[in-house]
């Protein structure tokens, strides 16, 4: 009776890790795919490649996106079309907690000497 609760459990712990390996897995997937094909479809939607940063963490992604500022003037709802995109190509990444930071290309230098909130205690840990 032992041996088969031990082998029950070792069977149900396996199919427990191999669940969140195969979700964390297809979550670093998506992001990865994401990072490629997002300039290209923004360059399609407004006729303009941005400049683009992703960084992702466990449950977080931070996406910044650098306009000019014509395109900035002209489209006020970017963030909106982003996370829509999101939401329909890549699920698994809706899930997630989504910062979108849109700036001018002039701007780029002032935002990265800051950091995202919450990153210092990701890199911590």
């Given at each position: 009776?032992?041996?088969?609760?031990?082998?029950?459990?070792?069977?149900?712990?396996t199919?427990l890790?191999?669940?969140?390996?195969?979700k964390a897995?297809?979550?670093?997937?998506?992001?990865?795919?994401?990072s490629?094909?997002?300039p290209?479809?923004?360059?399609?939607?407004?006729?303009?490649?941005?400049?683009?940063?992703?960084?992702?963490?466990?449950n977080n992604i931070?996406?910044?996106?650098?306009?000019?500022?014509?395109?900035?003037?002209?489209?006020t709802?970017?963030?909106?079309?982003?996370?829509e995109?999101?939401?329909?190509?890549?699920?698994d990444?809706?899930?997630?907690?989504?910062d979108i930071?849109?700036?001018?290309?002039?701007?780029?230098?002032?935002?990265e000497d800051s950091?995202?909130?919450g990153?210092?205690?990701?890199?911590?840990?």
């Amino acid at each position: 009776m032992k041996k088969l609760v031990k082998s029950l459990l070792v069977i149900g712990g396996t199919a427990l890790a191999a669940h969140f390996g195969y979700k964390a897995y297809k979550r670093v997937n998506g992001s990865i795919k994401l990072s490629k094909s997002l300039p290209e479809f923004l360059n399609n939607v407004y006729g303009e490649m941005p400049k683009c940063s992703f960084k992702s963490g466990l449950n977080n992604i931070w996406i910044k996106l650098y306009f000019n500022q014509e395109t900035l003037d002209k489209h006020t709802d970017i963030e909106t079309t982003v996370r829509e995109y999101i939401d329909d190509f890549y699920p698994d990444l809706g899930k997630c907690s989504i910062d979108i930071t849109i700036a001018a290309l002039g701007t780029e230098e002032e935002e990265e000497d800051s950091s995202p909130e919450g990153e210092e205690e990701a890199e911590e840990i």
